[in-house]
């Protein structure tokens, strides 16, 4: 089997990537209201950006392959459906263990947390219609018309702060009207490495989902060529 080496490098680089930015949060100072608290943002701001980039990238792959009708958009779409979710819980799991102390409470039903749970329902959405039609030409086209509209919860849920206010604050890193960063300056370079490394996983994440999946699809077009070639042998 031929080695795969752009799947290689991008895992070695996620992995480095990650022990870096681990390294650096464990290490760096500890804030003045928030205290050793505040090291949650350089893994819980990186999951959000995750989940916003693999659920456009849902979107996007969905509306390639209704351009072009190639099954390689459609599994990628897919793929980053499902990295999506994954992510989202993440981000969700890491707010409540922020919100516990500082709020109080581990939930609210702020509008930025409430959109993000409505997101679980639409891609999760998402995926059991993927698991209900058998078509593949039919299930390609209706999962990117859903992955299409999905990608409007990206827009509205970074927006939900500034729209709604409630419990949730604004966002620290300000790039509308602006780039604006509202903390500790000394807390940007691990930021902004942990947002890029965890970028360079998303990317290592979709292709080796996006592997898998063909092979999946592989093996079900020869258990299908397989039946089909059996049912016409017995009608002969």
Same mark, same amino acid.
């Given at each position: 089997?031929?080695?795969?080496?752009?799947?290689?490098v @991008?895992?070695? #680089?996620? +992995?480095l990537?990650?022990?870096?930015? +681990?390294?650096?949060? @464990?290490t760096?100072?500890l804030?003045?209201?928030?205290?050793?608290? %505040?090291?949650?943002?350089?893994?819980?701001v990186?999951?959000?950006?995750?989940s916003?980039?693999?659920?456009?990238?849902?979107?996007?792959?969905?509306?390639? &392959? !209704?351009?072009?009708?190639?099954?390689?958009?459609?599994?990628?779409?897919? /793929?980053?459906?499902?990295?999506?979710?994954? =992510?989202?819980? /993440? *981000?969700?799991?890491?707010?409540? @263990?922020?919100?516990?102390p $500082?709020?109080?409470?581990?939930w609210?039903?702020?509008?930025?947390?409430? *959109?993000?749970?409505?997101?679980? %329902?639409?891609?999760?959405?998402?995926?059991?219609?993927?698991?209900?039609?058998?078509?593949p030409?039919?299930r #390609?086209?209706?999962?990117? %018309?859903?992955?299409?509209?999905?990608t409007?919860?990206?827009p509205?849920? &970074?927006?939900?702060v500034?729209?709604?206010?409630?419990?949730?604050? $604004?966002?620290?890193?300000?790039?509308?009207?602006?780039?604006?960063?509202?903390?500790?300056?000394? &807390?940007?370079p $691990?930021? !902004?490495?942990?947002?890029?490394? =965890?970028?360079?996983l &998303?990317? =290592?994440?979709?292709?080796?989902?996006g592997? +898998?999946?063909?092979?999946?699809?592989?093996?079900?077009?020869?258990?299908?060529?397989?039946? *089909?070639?059996?049912?016409?042998? #017995?009608?002969?």
């Amino acid at each position: 089997m031929k080695r795969d080496v752009t799947t290689t490098v @991008l895992g070695a #680089a996620s +992995l480095l990537g990650l022990a870096v930015v +681990l390294g650096l949060s @464990l290490t760096s100072p500890l804030d003045v209201n928030q205290g050793s608290l %505040v090291r949650l943002m350089f893994v819980h701001v990186p999951e959000a950006w995750l989940s916003y980039l693999a659920y456009g990238g849902t979107g996007l792959f969905g509306l390639l &392959y !209704l351009i072009q009708r190639r099954r390689h958009w459609d599994r990628l779409a897919m /793929a980053s459906g499902e990295i999506g979710l994954l =992510f989202t819980l /993440a *981000t969700i799991v890491g707010g409540m @263990l922020w919100a516990k102390p $500082t709020w109080g409470t581990y939930w609210v039903w702020d509008a930025r947390l409430t *959109t993000t749970a409505l997101s679980l %329902v639409v891609y999760g959405g998402y995926l059991l219609i993927r698991s209900l039609i058998d078509d593949p030409e039919r299930r #390609a086209r209706v999962s990117a %018309v859903v992955g299409i509209v999905g990608t409007l919860y990206v827009p509205v849920n &970074y927006m939900a702060v500034e729209w709604w206010r409630g419990v949730h604050q $604004t966002q620290t890193l300000k790039l509308l009207g602006g780039v604006r960063w509202d903390a500790a300056p000394v &807390y940007l370079p $691990t930021l !902004l490495l942990s947002v890029a490394s =965890f970028t360079v996983l &998303y990317f =290592f994440l979709l292709r080796l989902r996006g592997i +898998l999946a063909a092979r999946e699809e592989a093996r079900e077009e020869r258990e299908l060529t397989g039946v *089909t070639g059996r049912v016409e042998v #017995a009608r002969g």
